[in-house]
């Protein structure tokens, strides 16, 4: 009896360890095994990578499109703000403009003007290269805007430049207007008269 009980007792103490042997090769549950951590750590971070990617490209082209709308929206703000100001410094019944354009080259260059208003000095413009440039293409050049009262003034031009030949040129032109109480604007205009071979200035007024 004391045999058998020795022998079933030898038997368990055999049977434990190699169970425990058998569990110990098996795969708990829930748990990653090493070659599917490795696959899992190279695929996740690629994938965040082609996804930020993707979420970038329409964030920085809704940018762009938000700073030019800005910029449009400033350059509109300036120029209401420029005419809103011209506005109360230079009212309507008072407002007074003088422009200058340019139909001339071969006979006459600008160097400056002067302007006066009832003999009195206002204005002293010098040129350079670039606005001469863009006087004989054509453009209209605003020398002065300021107040007038109604009633009578005289307005006087005077051109100095190099005329025919190359010599020093200086020539005044003067025009007397009535000044209403609307805006006023005064344009003197300088050209060649090929016919004459001297430069000619003219002046008219527009309302």
Do not use: C
Request: charged residues 30%; aromatic residues 8%; hydrophobic residues 40%.
């Amino acid at each position: 009896m004391k045999t058998i009980s020795l022998i079933i007792l030898l038997l368990f103490s055999l049977g434990a360890p190699l169970a425990a042997q058998e569990n110990k090769d098996e795969p708990i549950e829930g748990e990653l095994i090493e070659g599917e951590l490795t696959f899992t750590q190279q695929d996740t971070p690629a994938g965040n990578d082609e996804e930020s990617l993707d979420d970038g490209s329409p964030e920085e082209g809704s940018l762009d499109a938000d700073i030019e709308a800005l910029k449009k929206e400033v350059l509109s703000l300036n120029r209401d703000l420029f005419i809103l100001e011209e506005d109360l410094l230079f009212p309507s019944n008072t407002q007074f403009s003088i422009f200058l354009s340019m139909d001339a080259g071969a006979l006459f260059s600008l160097d400056s003007v002067q302007l006066k208003v009832d003999n009195e000095n206002i204005a002293n413009h010098l040129y350079t290269e670039r606005e001469l440039a863009a006087l004989k293409r054509g453009g209209v050049q605003r020398l002065y805007i300021g107040n007038l009262p109604a009633g009578e003034h005289e307005i006087i031009a005077i051109f100095t430049g190099i005329g025919p030949k190359g010599r020093d040129y200086r020539r005044g032109e003067s025009i007397v207007i009535e000044k209403t109480t609307e805006p006023q604007f005064v344009e003197f205009t300088i050209a060649d008269d090929s016919g004459k071979e001297q430069p000619q200035f003219d002046v008219r007024v527009w309302e």
